[in-house]
């Protein structure tokens, strides 16, 4: 038989094994977590890149599922980093990615959300003339129309606006479809015709 006293000594080091247990468990579990979560997620930079990279492919194809992934690392990236130096640029093109899966008003909303909280960026100005066919795209035509009239005019002394869009005689044409891409260039005569007719028959069909 054991005494009270031995009895109460074995109790205290159940007790003292039972918590060095259980914060040696609790301390591998908040350690796995941490490590897990350290190795899936991105810096600012790293996201940036990864964004730019898709939309960097984007350029020469048309994938659906390409733009459905720019859309949501985009929205990820403005939520975890919205003071980031190029968040303006991000927005556009989460922006014109909505554009391009049809989803007009929600392309519309983020526009507006850059000009509201970010209007001195660098991606502003570009927005202007896309949001600007959103709007007519969904019928709000005195809205686009009051864009249209802030759209600057510069004068391209060192020929890196020219340059940036090709353009190579003044006055040059742009045939721009409703999701503000610019589709052809330069086009002049029945050339210009046929490629009108050939994107206003594109539009029917969607």
């Known amino acids: 038989m054991f005494s ?7 109790n205290r080091w159940c007790y003292l094994i039972i918590l060095l247990t259980g914060w040696v468990v609790f301390s591998s579990c908040v350690s796995s977590t941490l490590n897990t979560t350290g190795s899936n997620s991105l810096t600012d930079n790293e996201a940036y890149a990864e964004i730019k990279a898709i939309a960097g492919k984007l350029e020469n194809s048309g994938d659906p599922a390409a733009y459905e992934m720019l859309v949501e690392k985009s929205a990820v990236f403005i ?9 303006d640029e991000v927005y556009y093109l989460l922006s014109t990615g909505l554009m391009q ?4 008003e929600e392309g519309i909303e983020v ?3 850059l000009i509201r909280y970010y209007p001195a960026a660098d991606y502003v100005e570009p ?4 949001l600007g066919l959103a709007y007519d795209k969904v019928g709000e035509h005195e809205k686009a129309d009051r864009l249209y009239e802030k ?3 510069y004068w391209d002394n060192g020929g890196r606006i020219s340059d940036m869009y090709n353009v190579r005689a003044i006055p040059s044409t742009f045939l721009i479809d409703g999701a ?3 589709r052809r ?8 015709e046929m490629a009108v007719a050939e994107l206003v028959r594109e539009n029917l069909e969607n």
């Open 79 to 87: 939520n975890a980093y919205p003071k980031y130096k190029r968040v």
């Open 180 to 182: 503000g891409v610019v």
């Open 101 to 104: 899966l049809d989803r007009i």
């Open 185 to 192: 260039v330069n086009l002049r005569g029945s050339a210009l």
């Open 127 to 130: 927005s202007l003339l896309t």
């Open 151 to 153: 759209w600057r005019q």
């Open 4 to 10: 009270r006293n031995e009895i109460t000594e074995a």
């Open 111 to 113: 526009f507006e959300e």
